[in-house]
């Protein structure tokens, strides 16, 4: 049997949920930040968490289930404290991210959703993480590192493991750790949302090109 929230943590998560589905016109709308916010506490979607989330929307637990069993974000097993995630989809695969993936499990010694015996890491291979330009990507708690290498994700992970800040390349200047990012995918700014450089000149590259030579977007036809 699950262990319950104490009286102080469930009446914290009852105020915290009540915000977030106040947010809605429909209260089965707020399921997907009420299950962050779960995660924000418990570090996955844990079967307290679940009932709780199913108490607060009216519904059956089944019907939570459905929706953490079915998106990736959410965890059905505790997560380590940092997600380290390598993509290895085609672009950053070709550039070196399939290296990085075969390296890094070797140093770190555990595979895909498997996370390490202290509970400081968590791997796992993603499809894309939309950042293409600087291939191959690693993301920490949905944080960018790019243009990694082996040794730098070596490196990376050394940082975490020892304690020490991690810098992500884009965005905030310290990477949060994933129960404070799972908080904010829940609704709740943490202060960091200017921090940081958010497009760097790989991304913008075309678009300077198109600002030197006098191009513009086609208006619709019709204008």
């Given at each position: 049997m699950a262990t319950p929230y104490t009286p102080e943590v469930e009446e914290r998560l009852?105020?915290?949920g009540a915000e977030v589905i106040a947010r809605y016109p429909e209260a089965g709308?707020?399921?997907?930040?009420?299950?962050?916010?779960?995660?924000?506490?418990?570090?996955?979607?844990?079967?307290?968490?679940?009932a709780l989330v199913a108490d607060l929307l009216n519904v059956t637990k089944a019907e939570v289930s459905a929706v953490a069993t079915f998106y990736s974000q959410y965890r059905r097993h505790p997560n380590?404290?940092?997600?380290?995630g390598v993509c290895t989809n085609a672009l950053c695969a070709v550039m070196g991210g399939d290296a990085i993936w075969e390296e890094l499990t070797k140093y770190v010694g555990v595979g895909h959703d498997e996370t390490t015996e202290d509970g400081k890491i968590t791997l796992e291979q993603l499809e894309c993480n939309a950042a293409?330009?600087?291939?191959?990507?690693?993301?920490?708690?949905?944080?960018?590192?790019?243009?990694?290498?082996?040794?730098?994700?070596?490196?990376?992970?050394?940082?975490?493991?020892?304690?020490?800040?991690?810098?992500?390349?884009?965005?905030?200047v310290v990477a949060p750790t994933f129960?404070?990012?799972?908080?904010?995918?829940a609704g709740f700014e943490d202060?960091?949302?200017d921090e940081g450089p958010a497009?760097?000149?790989?991304?913008?590259?075309?678009?300077e090109i198109a600002r030197e030579r006098g191009w513009t977007a086609p208006k619709p036809e019709g204008e």
């Amino acid at each position: 049997m699950a262990t319950p929230y104490t009286p102080e943590v469930e009446e914290r998560l009852r105020r915290d949920g009540a915000e977030v589905i106040a947010r809605y016109p429909e209260a089965g709308s707020a399921i997907m930040p009420l299950l962050h916010l779960v995660q924000s506490e418990d570090g996955f979607c844990s079967p307290r968490g679940i009932a709780l989330v199913a108490d607060l929307l009216n519904v059956t637990k089944a019907e939570v289930s459905a929706v953490a069993t079915f998106y990736s974000q959410y965890r059905r097993h505790p997560n380590g404290e940092y997600n380290v995630g390598v993509c290895t989809n085609a672009l950053c695969a070709v550039m070196g991210g399939d290296a990085i993936w075969e390296e890094l499990t070797k140093y770190v010694g555990v595979g895909h959703d498997e996370t390490t015996e202290d509970g400081k890491i968590t791997l796992e291979q993603l499809e894309c993480n939309a950042a293409c330009d600087y291939a191959p990507v690693i993301m920490v708690n949905w944080e960018f590192f790019d243009n990694q290498t082996p040794a730098s994700a070596k490196a990376l992970v050394d940082d975490i493991r020892a304690g020490r800040d991690i810098h992500p390349t884009r965005g905030p200047v310290v990477a949060p750790t994933f129960k404070q990012n799972e908080r904010v995918l829940a609704g709740f700014e943490d202060g960091h949302v200017d921090e940081g450089p958010a497009a760097g000149p790989a991304s913008l590259a075309g678009l300077e090109i198109a600002r030197e030579r006098g191009w513009t977007a086609p208006k619709p036809e019709g204008e």
